[in-house]
């Protein structure tokens, strides 16, 4: 039987079709909370706002797409809350009413807010207001909802101390202190399973190194076919390594413990050539790929049940998030 034990909120910027290196390092989580807990996922079209300003009008062309990979990979909207940030305006006012309350200082310091400033300086120009407040945007979509938890990796944990750190200060000025209206919001930690791209480097699509996950399985098969496999076993009779080796990774996460095991005595004997290393890769790909491309092909065949999906998640979270920030407008005397 489901527990609702924890309300939990998350969400993705809307930036392109989601690969498999997306599926296992966030999607594959989400289908198992939502399995065991109330949850709000949503499209994070406003923060993708911090970065691609001057040309919104992608954005815009990403956000039914994003729905319909996570709809596909397995979120299902009757176990949870999918929506879209800016169709909800209540987060908005949140980030206002926050930013009025943060200082600066909390702000500047934020690890991430140098790394990718300088990341993408070249690029584009980040030395915007919106980008420096981000995580007061971030923080405004979780509490918002009193989220109790947010599902995070080891990196992201900055951004959630400082979400933390928020509410306990709007708490502290505004609230009597046997009394806060914000839960502090505590960090799940998920073990991110990190997929390499076909490559060996980080899987992005801007590197053609990714394998989508609305990609036909005749355009993925010759990808497979030209994976960078263990370097150093250049002949087939020669043992090779699974743990260096660029495929393997793939493996674990989509075949059979026992067929894995097979596969790591082979490689390491030489019994199994890379050819058919690759075969059976593509078998595990196909059984992982085809409920996914068929839940994907129904709701293509049947667009207007993706925008339904979408108002009904974006109806039932304006619910939530429109008695909440009633009840922050009195405790701000803001309730004219
Ligand atoms: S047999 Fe498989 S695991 Fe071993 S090196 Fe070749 S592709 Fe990698």
């Known amino acids: 039987m489901t527990t609702q034990n924890e309300r939990i909120v998350s969400g993705m910027r809307p930036t392109g079709p989601l690969h498999l290196g997306h599926h296992f390092g966030v999607l594959a989580n989400w289908l198992k909370l939502q399995e065991q807990h109330e949850c709000f996922f949503f499209v994070a079209d406003w923060h993708a706002l911090t970065t691609e300003y001057a ?31 800016s169709q909800v305006k209540e987060h908005a006012e949140l980030h206002l009413l926050l930013s009025m309350m943060t ?16 990341e ?45 750190e928020i509410a306990r200060r709007f708490n502290f000025l505004h609230c009597p202190e046997n009394a806060p209206f914000f839960p502090e919001p505590k960090a799940m930690l998920t073990e991110e399973a990190k997929l390499p791209g076909l490559d060996g480097r980080k899987m992005s699509k801007s590197y053609g190194n990714s394998i989508s996950l609305g990609e036909p399985l005749s355009e993925i098969a010759p ?49 199994l050539g890379c050819v058919d290393c690759k075969k059976l890769l593509m078998e595990s790909l196909t059984r992982f790929l085809e409920p996914v491309h068929e839940r994907r092909n129904a709701l293509l065949g049947d667009p207007e049940r993706l925008w339904a999906i979408l108002a009904e998640g974006n109806d039932r ?17 803001l309730d004219f």
């Open 223 to 271: 990808k497979v076919k030209t994976m960078l496999t263990d370097k150093n076993r250049l002949r087939r009779a020669d043992p090779g390594d699974p743990d260096v080796c660029n495929l393997f990774p793939y493996h674990k996460l989509m075949t059979s413990p026992e067929l894995c095991a097979e596969i790591r005595e082979g490689c390491t004997k030489a019994s």
């Open 103 to 118: 200082p600066v200082g909390w702000l500047e310091r934020c690890p991430t807010y140098k790394e990718v400033a300088q």
């Open 120 to 164: 993408l300086s070249g690029q584009k120009d980040l030395a915007t207001y919106g980008f420096l407040g981000y995580p007061v945007l971030m923080c405004s979509d979780i509490i918002l909802y009193k989220a109790s938890a947010v599902p995070v990796g080891q990196d992201q944990l900055p951004h959630l101390e400082l979400t933390r």
């Open 317 to 333: 979270a304006r619910a939530v998030a429109s008695k909440n920030i009633a009840d922050i407008r009195q405790a701000l005397n």
């Open 55 to 85: 040309d919104p009008k992608r954005i815009k062309g990403f956000v039914p797409g994003l729905v319909l990979d996570w709809v596909a990979a397995g979120l299902d909207p009757k176990k949870c809350v999918i929506f879209q940030q």
